[in-house]
């Protein structure tokens, strides 16, 4: 009978901590699929997130059943570590750290490149560079 209960536990959730217990890192998301279930709502999705991008193995987190309709592939987002286990990790929400260390820096811009590559191929000529004209530079908002 114990055996059953305890197999029976479910997954803590971030709601089961206190808030404090946790500090930010910077992630990425690597998917944001919709549930299986079709009953659920078009924003509530399964996500699977890297995190501790400066390690030489970062770390992968996943939750399902997240209402995060801003939450899409490949996008940047805060992730929620314990800080007395830094394999217990949460959404925490879409976004860019303001304290990046340089490796964190520089796999940001290898994957923002990256993405922009992939966006590049799918798209035609002209309105890809149509987009590339109206992007201001930090030179061109460094002036105004």
Do not use: W
């Amino acid at each position: 009978m114990t055996f059953g209960l305890i197999s029976c536990e479910s997954e803590k959730k971030y709601s089961d901590y206190n808030e404090s217990d946790f500090y930010e890192v910077q992630g990425i998301i690597n998917y944001a699929n919709p549930t299986s279930d079709p009953f659920d709502s078009p924003t509530e999705k399964n996500i699977s997130f890297t995190y501790f991008l400066d390690r030489p193995n970062p770390k992968t987190g996943i939750e399902n059943d997240l209402e995060m309709f801003e939450a899409k592939n490949g996008y940047p987002l805060i992730v929620l570590v314990h800080k007395d286990d830094e394999n217990i990790s949460f959404y925490g929400r879409v976004g860019i750290l303001e304290n990046l260390n340089n490796k964190e820096k520089a796999f940001l811009k290898n994957h923002f490149q990256n993405e922009m590559n992939k966006i590049k191929e799918k798209t035609p000529e002209y309105i890809y560079k149509a987009l590339v004209k109206d992007t201001l530079t930090k030179n061109q908002t460094d002036k105004k």
